[in-house]
């Protein structure tokens, strides 16, 4: 079994942001051999054991400036890595990760990979 990456799926319109933030071709969401989940975005990371997963939920559409760009949650702890508004997949964790922006440890990661489905079935496994 090999390391199943799934990319992002870019919203052109917000092209000159993901410059800016050096989030490209090569970022998205990493299941390793090992057992782990590895999501980057540009210059940020973050890493945890799929052991740490609680559950996965599809959502979208949002409105563009909830789900585009590096984001916190108004609402709670949660990261956004987010390169289109129309659908992604919330990845709740049991223990938080370490925060990569913000003052708080990450609870959740919205992702808005190219195909969410396979990511929500490659965690569940």
């Not at 990845?91 to 396979?118: T, Y």
Request: net charge neutral; glycine share 8%; hydrophobic share 40%.
């Amino acid at each position: 079994m090999s390391d199943r990456f799934f990319p992002y799926r870019f919203d052109s319109r917000w092209k000159a942001m993901f410059l800016a933030l050096r989030v490209g071709d090569n970022d998205g969401v990493t299941i390793t051999d090992d057992g782990r989940l590895v999501a980057t975005y540009g210059w940020v990371k973050i890493a945890t054991s799929i052991d740490n997963i609680d559950h996965t939920q599809i959502t979208g559409p949002h409105r563009w400036y909830t789900a585009v760009g590096l984001r916190l949650s108004f609402s709670d702890d949660g990261i956004t890595f987010g390169t289109n508004h129309q659908r992604g997949l919330c990845i709740e964790f049991i223990e938080k990760v370490p925060r990569v922006i913000g003052f708080k440890d990450h609870s959740a990661l919205w992702v808005s990979v190219a195909d969410p489905d396979a990511l929500a079935a490659a965690i569940s496994r």
